[in-house]
T-cell receptor
Framework: KAGVTQTPRYLIKTRGQQVTLSCSPI?????VSWYQQTPGQGLQFLFE???????NKGNFPGRFSGRQFSNSRSEMNVSTLELGDSALYLC?????????????FGEGSRLTVL | DQQVKQNSPSLSVQEGRISILNCDYT??????FLWYKKYPAEGPTFLIS?????DKNEDGRFTVFLNKSAKHLSLHIVPSQPGDSAVYFC???????????FGAGTRLFVKA
């Protein structure tokens, strides 16, 4: 079974630009979560989608948005990039409907903002 | 608002000895707890979990203990091996909450 696939793996942007990251979950998984990892901060929750519906959102500004498609693939978008947005963005999928259970992570997309 | 806290940024242990990683949480609604391991350039991978109805769960060399009254959980690795050197994240979730909250991680070094 293929794992969670994230693209692109690495990208460099400049301040003010926008970026779109993609995540393909494990086949059959309908829940997709996004996290931001920065040194010393652990994994900060961005949002969670299940069957194309956003069920929860973390404490991030509106510049961070996401969506999920009918095939469960998900994208997240960050507009008007700031230097502080430089981070590893991780996507995770799971089967859970209840909101508890094991997450399966991709390798992440490392974003550098110059 | 750090609902899940790992107060030790790093831990160094000799090979063959026990590694104990600690985690505290503040939200009493959490009813499921997990530990993940992360190597550099890889995504976190699930290690072991425990439901709030239990106080201990064991899987090979890994045991997780949950103390609900203290809102504390710990991960024991016995015996520790050099391949266990990684960052360990504690995580928690609540049924119906639709999000898993992670701690900041503890970097474990197992010396040969």
């Amino acid at each position: 079974k293929a794992g969670v696939t994230q693209t692109p793996r690495y990208l460099i942007k400049t301040r003010g630009q926008q970026v779109t990251l993609s995540c393909s979950p494990i086949s059959g998984h309908r829940s997709v979560s996004w996290y931001q990892q920065t040194p010393g901060q652990g994994l900060q929750f961005l949002f969670e989608y299940f069957s194309e519906t956003q069920r929860n959102k973390g404490n991030f500004p509106g510049r961070f948005s996401g969506r999920q498609f009918s095939n469960s693939r998900s994208e997240m978008n960050v507009s008007t990039l700031e230097l502080g947005d430089s981070a590893l963005y991780l996507c995770a999928s799971s089967t859970t409907q209840a909101g508890v259970g094991e997450l399966f992570f991709g390798e992440g997309s490392r974003l550098t903002v110059l | 608002d750090q609902q899940v806290k790992q107060n030790s940024p790093s831990l160094s242990v000799q090979e063959g000895r026990i590694s104990i990683l600690n985690c505290d949480y503040t939200n009493s609604m959490f009813d499921y707890f997990l530990w993940y391991k992360k190597y550099p350039a890889e995504g976190p991978t699930f290690l072991i979990s425990i439901s709030s109805i239990k106080d201990k769960n064991e899987d090979g060399r890994f045991t997780v203990f949950l103390n609900k009254s203290a809102k504390h959980l710990s991960l024991h690795i016995v015996p520790s091996q050099p391949g266990d050197s990684a960052v360990y994240f504690c995580a928690a979730s609540a049924t119906g909450g639709f999000k898993t909250i992670f701690g900041a991680g503890t970097r474990l070094f197992v010396k040969a």
